[in-house]
Each structure stands twice: as C-alpha cells, then as structure tokens.
C-alpha cells in the first residue's frame, strides 16, 4: 500500500471534519530538527491538521525543535520521550537500539508515540510507542498513518495503546483544536454534536 493509498483508507475511516488548522513550511519546519520528516505525517497534518482522535488519541501540533515551553507539544514531547528512553524498559526488537527520537503524538492513556528518526529516508521511520500500562517500549514498521490505519482495524497482534477506545473499531471522528474549540464556543458538545448544558456556565 502506497502512502497516498493509506492517507485515503483513513480518510474513508475518518473523513476530516474541517479544513486543517495548520500551516507548514515543510522545508524551514525540517530545517529546524536537521531533518525532512515523512511524506505521509505532512499530508496528514496538510489535510487534518493537529488535533484529537475520539478525545483519545493526540496527534502532536508541529513545532520547531527547541521550542520546549510550558504549552508546547512535539517539542516537549520528544524532551518527555527522550528522558523516558533511559529508563524504560525496551521489547525485545530494541534491545540494541539507539533511537533518535522524535515524538508525534499521545493518548489519554499517557502513552508516547514517536518514531525512530534515524535513518536518513524519514519515510522509512518506524513508530516506537511507549506504553506506559506496559511499561515498556516497542517497534512497529510502520509510518504514522498506516499506523493509524492499522489501530483502527485492529491490524497488529494486539493493541499498541494503553486502552481499546480505538482498537479495531473501523471508523472515528478526528477534529483539530481549532474545530474543537469552535464547537464548544457554539455551546455543542465537540465529540456528539449535541447542544452542551454547561455550555457558557463557566466563562466570563
């Protein structure tokens, strides 16, 4: 399956809500971590932007590296996933690893989805997750959608994340802080659509 054939088996399972709430400059973004990043990860942010998967899963707003603040997400991540390296333990397939680290995304579970970003094709990144149930990371050779892909249709041995909300349920809803944030002000509920009854009760 080619990367334009995986960005569309998601779009079928989950078809954007809105346009994306993110601009990238992909050439300047790479610049900043030494690194182009994979063609599938910036087709999706380009379609979907950054945002939640069913208020579960977190895929990372794209942020230059060093840009760790008390509100930053990729980079403070990876800082996260990086310090989590050293102590956690590792499967089997990465006994003898020694990753480059950058993170993409996270759950509600607290578990840190990253890829390994050291071979000089980013489209040949794997995804490392940390799976903080577990308490242990591992490798799956895969890019970030197919990964995506692949947790919908509950196409690994077992689920790669701390909870089943995801696990093999064949479609989602994924919206982008920017859609989120207007559903609420609009007084719905973001993830049913439903007017909110606490809508306006706890603002200004």
């Known amino acids: 399956m080619t990367g334009e054939d995986e ?9 954007p809500t809105a346009p994306s709430n993110a601009s990238v400059d992909w050439d300047q973004f790479g610049r900043s971590w030494g690194k182009q990043f994979p063609s599938d990860y910036c087709r999706f942010i380009d379609v979907y932007g950054y945002g939640s998967i069913e208020n579960y899963l977190e895929v990372l707003k794209p942020e230059p590296e060093g ?3 008390e509100n930053s997400d990729m980079a403070n991540e ?7 390296w050293s102590w956690v333990r590792k ?6 690893a020694r990753p480059e680290l950058i993170a993409w995304g996270g759950d509600a579970s607290a578990d840190l989805l990253c890829w390994d970003a050291s071979d000089e094709d980013p489209d040949r990144w794997p995804v490392l997750v940390y799976n ?14 197919q ?39 609009a007084g719905l509920d973001p993830w049913t659509g439903e007017p909110d009854p606490y809508a306006g009760m706890f603002g200004p």
């Open 147 to 185: 990964f995506l892909v692949r947790v919908l249709r509950g196409g690994f041995d077992e689920c790669p994340l701390g909870d089943l909300s995801l696990w093999g349920r064949e479609s989602a809803i994924f919206l982008n802080r920017d859609e989120e944030e207007r559903r609420w002000e």
């Open 78 to 84: 990876t800082e996260v996933a990086r310090e989590a």
């Open 132 to 145: 903080r149930d577990d308490g242990l990371w591992r490798r799956y050779d895969c890019g970030m959608v």
């Open 67 to 69: 840009t760790v603040t």
């Open 7 to 15: 960005l569309e088996a998601l779009r079928q399972a989950m078809p």
């Open 91 to 96: 499967a089997p397939e990465l006994a003898e």
